[in-house]
């Protein structure tokens, strides 16, 4: 299990954009990322809402209430 949370926390781990999924971004630089692609694309931006907890979930807003609980 601890494996699994040291990846998770790699800074130089490749996460996809959920605005462009031709988008590998370094897990270090994806905060900033995603606020310049959701400016770049406001069509896929108005389908997805952001986790109250994490903003880095992007997740479509009929799915969110799911993703919360």
Do not use: G
Request: charged residues 25%; glycine residues 0%.
């Amino acid at each position: 299990m601890e494996e699994t949370y040291t990846d998770s926390l790699d800074p130089e781990k490749l996460l996809q954009c959920p605005y462009d999924k031709n988008h590998q971004i370094r897990a270090c630089r994806f905060p900033y990322h995603l606020i310049k692609c959701r400016k770049n694309h406001p069509d896929v931006a108005s389908k997805l809402a952001t986790c109250p907890f994490n903003a880095r979930h992007q997740v479509p807003r009929a799915e969110i209430s799911h993703h919360i609980s």
